[in-house]
């Protein structure tokens, strides 16, 4: 049976569909020093509508794997599918916007000009760009502030500025690549609570990079635990943590306890 179609003839992705199937994906860089195992025989599955954490040491292949779903790099070995097509053709098909690790705003251009440029190259009419330029701001709490530069804004909010632009095109899938890193713990947790609000009205698939065992364990409905040389997953949570969470829930003998996974996870890794 074919792919199920929308109106406008793209593929269509149903309620608990899968999204990213990877099945034995490998990744090895060749370099001048020889080659480097960045990832090994990965298996995963992401299911429409989850939050998936990708956490684990340096060089572990977490942006390497993000990157292979969004078709920046190609598996050596293995298959990988987004919705049921090759990462390329999910590209060209606009199935996801990607959020870097540095906000990344031109300085010349108002926040307005950098979340309109994806559309710009699109081609959408000025009407599109307009339209959804405000309602992409709403979304991440900068309504009022397009005709901003982004010098004029603090680093959390432009790393929000950043998020609208992925959102601009409306892709299901959101990959975002350790976005919170360099921000200081307070304005991580109040832009954990805003993705978390955000992804709650969107229903969109998020690949999200971290570090932080907390930020994690706060945003997943599944924890993908890695470890280096060579790059591979020791450990796959699904969350019991319910879809609507206070701050406080960190505090939680639920939360307690997945944190504790992860961190058992990691140690196995390092130890291997
Ligand atoms: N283009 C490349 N050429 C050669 N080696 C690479 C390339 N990109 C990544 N690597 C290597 O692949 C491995 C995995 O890198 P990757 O950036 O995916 O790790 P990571 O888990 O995201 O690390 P970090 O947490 O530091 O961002 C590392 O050993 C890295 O040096």
């Known amino acids: ?72 790099e190609t598996p050596t070995g293995g298959t990988l599918t987004v919705n049921g097509m090759s990462p390329d053709e999910a590209r060209r098909a606009r199935a996801y916007g990607y959020v870097f690790q540095a906000a990344g ?32 701001l709403e979304l991440v709490d900068l309504a ?16 929000r500025a950043s998020i609208a632009r992925a959102l601009a095109f409306d892709a299901d899938i959101l990959l975002m690549d350790e976005p919170f890193g360099a921000l200081d713990e307070i304005v991580r947790d109040h832009l954990n609570e805003q993705l978390l609000a955000l992804w709650a009205r969107t229903g969109k698939t998020i690949g999200f990079v971290t570090h932080s065992i907390p930020e994690a ?22 969350s019991p943590l319910p879809k609507e969470r206070p701050l406080d829930i960190r505090d939680s003998k639920e ?3 997945v944190a504790h996974r992860v961190r058992e996870g990691l140690r196995a890794g390092h130890e291997a």
């Open 1 to 72: 049976m074919g792919a199920l179609r929308d109106v406008t003839g793209e593929p269509m992705t149903q309620m608990g569909e899968t999204v990213v199937a990877a099945s034995g994906v490998d990744l090895t860089f060749e370099t001048n020093d020889g080659p480097v195992h960045a990832l090994k025989g990965v298996d995963l599955e992401i299911g429409k509508g989850e939050f998936v954490s990708f956490i684990g040491p340096s060089g572990c292949g977490k942006t390497t794997f993000l990157r292979c779903i969004a078709a920046l």
């Open 255 to 257: 939360f307690i306890e």
């Open 144 to 159: 009022g502030f397009e005709k901003k530069y982004p010098w004029q804004l603090s680093g959390g909010m432009q790393q």
């Open 217 to 238: 364990v706060y945003l997943s409905t599944k924890i993908v635990v890695m470890s280096p040389r060579p790059g591979r997953i020791t450990d796959v949570i699904e």
């Open 105 to 136: 705003l031109y300085p010349w251009r108002t926040i307005g000009g950098n979340i309109r440029l994806p559309l710009e190259i699109m081609g959408y009419d000025k009407a599109a760009q307009a339209e959804r330029v405000a309602r992409v």
